[in-house]
């Protein structure tokens, strides 16, 4: 069963968390990260993101980058931007985007889970990305930001944050600069924490990360690193656990992510229409943005022009929770086949694109000549993703998109 439990937060007063509270760390660049930070002296990016103060053209995984990541941090917390918390609580963060709002609990998830594969992921990881958040947490002893993790509902549960929300005043409460709100309650009565607690290690059998497969692994690391290092190691230090937002998986939807092909492989339109014949049935729908319906079919801009290809019976394999998803369809039966684009982690022929962005984004694209076309999918459900974790099975890269993302800096979680 999973362990969740509460922790002693760091977190910034009122007055100040909408300046404080950012976006995470790797969705931005570092020029990015500057313009949010600008006229914002207690960002959490000048933590997240250091190099922000450093002199332009810094390493950002440079030694220098580091210390003042630690700096910045030392001094948020002594200029009383950052206060811990006096007991160990869990807290209940809501997110609210186009009038729906989704509520996550947040605790402290256990490192050990992730090594005996309590905690499921449908994602690989990049060592270079792993070992930057690894080198942050080690310098700052911290888990700044929180990984975005899913479990399958619990109605206890949801009528305990049902009751705290409907019984207190969020700490936290604004609309951020993206449109989306945010909500924030502390979980103060300790028989309501032992509550929760004890109906995760009872009515919980694992976890999934959701969103932030590089920080749950660093974080991960991190723990067995320090739990090496202690010769007193009991199992009950901080540094065991790092913070994760745990969403039940029927308040999460899951956004398309797209792609933008940069070139036909010497194919003419006409040429690339005819060979998609093979596998989709083709129905042309005009100068007007057509976003998919349904699982199996997609959109393709190309030429000015809308398409929609359903895919055709015999070309997809609904047993297989793999071969089952639209990503897939798109790489055997168009990417690779036809456009001879083999690898998407490593080829440069290929862009995605996140669905908040919207239809408009590719067809920017393509009308500007940057790119060739634009293919639209339907988004992965999170009975997809679940399946594909519980049977072990990773994803291919760029399928799942999360809207919103978790703002950073609500609350921090300490390893000591």
Not at 44 to 56: F, G, K, M, S, V
Not at 187 to 203: G, H, P, Y
């Amino acid at each position: 069963m999973a362990i969740l439990k509460p922790f002693r937060g760091l977190r910034p007063p009122q007055q100040i968390v909408e300046d404080l509270a950012c976006l995470p760390y790797d969705v931005m660049n570092t020029e990015e990260a500057a313009r949010m930070a600008y006229g914002k002296e207690n960002s959490l990016l000048h933590i997240t993101r250091a190099e922000i103060d450093c002199l332009t053209g810094v390493d950002i995984h440079s030694e220098l980058v580091y210390q003042k990541a630690v700096a910045n941090f030392q001094a948020f917390q002594r200029k009383g931007w950052l206060l811990e918390e006096e007991e160990e609580r869990f807290y209940i963060y809501a997110q609210t985007m186009n009038g729906r709002t989704q509520y996550g609990l947040v605790g402290a998830a256990a490192c050990e889970d992730y090594h005996r594969g309590v905690i499921k992921k449908h994602e690989l990881t990049r060592p270079d990305k792993e070992e930057d958040r690894m080198v942050l947490t080690r310098y700052l002893n911290a888990n700044v930001e929180p990984v975005f993790f899913s479990y399958k509902a619990v109605p206890e549960i949801d009528e305990i944050i049902a009751r705290v929300v409907a019984e207190n005043q969020p700490e936290y409460d604004f609309v951020a600069e993206d449109g989306f709100g945010h909500q924030f309650w502390v979980v103060r009565d300790q028989s309501t924490n032992r509550t929760i607690e004890s109906l995760f290690a009872s009515k919980v059998p694992v976890t999934y990360v959701a969103d932030g497969h590089h920080r749950t692994a660093a974080a991960a690391r991190v723990g067995l690193e320090r739990k090496a290092q202690n010769p007193k190691h009991c199992g009950n230090e901080s540094y065991n656990y790092f913070m994760a937002v745990h969403f039940p998986d029927n308040q999460l939807q899951i956004m398309d992510y797209n792609r933008l092909v940069k070139d036909l492989n010497g194919l003419s339109g006409t040429e690339f229409l005819e060979k998609l014949e093979a596998a989709f049935t083709i129905t042309k729908k005009g100068e007007e943005p057509y976003k998919p319906s349904r699982l199996h079919e997609f959109s393709l801009y190309l030429d000015g022009c809308w398409y929609c290809l359903q895919s055709k019976e015999g070309t997809y394999n609904d047993a297989d929770p793999i071969e089952q998803l639209d990503v897939t369809i798109l790489s055997e039966q168009v990417l690779r086949p036809i456009l001879n684009i083999q690898n998407l982690r490593t080829s440069k022929r290929i862009e995605f694109v996140g669905g908040i962005r919207g239809m408009e984004a590719l067809k920017k694209q393509v009308d500007t000549g940057a790119m060739k076309a634009a293919f639209a999918l339907f988004p992965v459900s999170m009975r997809q993703l679940i399946a594909i974790a519980d049977s072990g099975n990773i994803m291919p890269p760029k399928t799942t998109w999360f809207e919103p993302k978790l703002r950073s800096g609500l609350v921090i979680h300490k390893l000591d």
